[in-house]
């Protein structure tokens, strides 16, 4: 039997535009909708991926993401413009000791590591600077802003390159304080009003619980206790936003089983807007292709029942 042995299949925006609007008799065969009606469908197919969303749609979209905690410090902006959070962290330790207004470090490995990296130095004060790469010559390290105190040999080094981004959501349970050997112990996440009701909030100790409120751009997490050592820092699994398809040539940040779900729910949300009637048959795919693909979107878990 000969098959392709390829399994990247998937779509352009503008590949779906043509097909939904097929599916409702806007677009016969061998035409091209004109640039007002790409921009509509365009601004409906974004608007339709997003609201799905809300729905919990998208194990493709869980994100594992690291959280650096700062001295005295219990409010973190977590998104693109936030605090020190990304998908991508690394960590080595000092090979030498450094002293105030170095603009070099010596670092054990600098494995990862490339201009314009964020990096942040843990210093004997107890606290972490952070500044950016200026070039990473071997182990040894310019940075772009001079230390602002002593750091003795083996202080903690962590450096990224991107900041992760808002999550919609984290995922519960999957919360975890790591210490500086690596090892990691659960942490609750818990409501708003559970928060509000701690009564000291800056009383200090290793992290238990977090509290966080999604926001817009950068989402805002509150820690308890205040982090007493940054050493450690918080690890999580997160659900991010799906990608904008800001181009006709831009492929759908969706996986191949959900295709014909969002090509016939795009027909029915796209048919008002142009005046047209959606036949029984696509109405009904709809219903049921994104019913069978939310099936596959579903965590393979065990349930109990007490």
């Given at each position: 039997m000969s098959v392709s042995d390829s399994y990247d299949y998937t779509r352009t925006q503008i590949q779906l535009i043509h097909s939904a609007m097929r599916d409702i008799g806007e677009l016969a065969k061998g035409e091209t909708p004109d640039a007002d009606?790409?921009?509509?469908?365009?601004?409906?197919?974004?608007?339709?991926?997003?609201s799905w969303q809300n729905q919990g749609i998208g194990l493709w979209l869980n994100q594992e993401c690291t959280l650096y905690l700062q001295n005295d410090t219990i409010?973190?902006?977590?998104?693109?413009?936030?605090?020190?959070?990304?998908?991508?962290?690394?960590?080595?330790?000092?090979?030498?000791?450094?002293?105030?207004?170095?603009l070099t470090i010596t670092v054990d490995s600098y494995t990862g590591m490339a201009d314009g990296d964020y990096i942040g130095i843990e210093l004997d004060s107890g606290t972490i600077d952070w500044?950016?790469?200026?070039?990473?010559?071997?182990?040894?390290?310019?940075?772009?802003?001079?230390?602002?105190?002593?750091?003795?040999?083996d202080n903690h080094v962590y450096f990224y390159t991107d900041k992760a981004q808002r999550p919609l959501e984290i995922i519960k349970d999957t919360i975890r304080k790591?210490?500086?050997?690596?090892?990691?112990?659960?942490?609750?996440?818990?409501?708003?009003s559970q928060y509000m009701a701690i009564n000291d909030k800056t009383s200090e100790g290793p992290v238990n619980s977090v509290?966080?409120?999604?926001?817009?751009?950068?989402?805002?997490?509150?820690?308890?206790?205040?982090?007493?050592?940054?050493?450690e820092y918080l690890r999580m699994t997160i659900r991010r936003?799906?990608?904008?398809?800001?181009?006709?040539?831009?492929?759908?940040?969706?996986p191949p089983e959900f295709l014909l779900a969002l090509e016939y729910n795009l027909a029915i949300h796209i048919a008002p807007k142009f005046g047209a009637e959606v036949s029984k048959l696509v109405i009904a795919l709809a219903i049921?292709?994104?019913?069978?693909a939310k099936g596959l979107s579903r965590e393979g878990a065990s349930t109990y029942i007490r």
């Open positions: 009606d790409y921009a509509v469908v365009s601004e409906a197919l974004n608007l339709l991926i997003k409010q973190y902006a977590i998104g693109p413009s936030g605090d020190h959070w990304t998908a991508d962290p690394h960590k080595t330790e000092l090979a030498a000791a450094g002293a105030a207004a170095d500044t950016t790469i200026d070039t990473p010559a071997a182990v040894l390290i310019t940075i772009d802003d001079a230390l602002a105190s002593a750091a003795a040999i790591v210490d500086e050997n690596g090892h990691e112990t659960p942490v609750a996440l818990i409501s708003r509290y966080y409120d999604a926001q817009l751009t950068n989402g805002q997490l509150y820690v308890w206790p205040e982090p007493s050592s940054v050493k936003p799906i990608s904008d398809v800001d181009s006709l040539t831009h492929h759908i940040e969706v049921e292709s994104l019913m069978d």
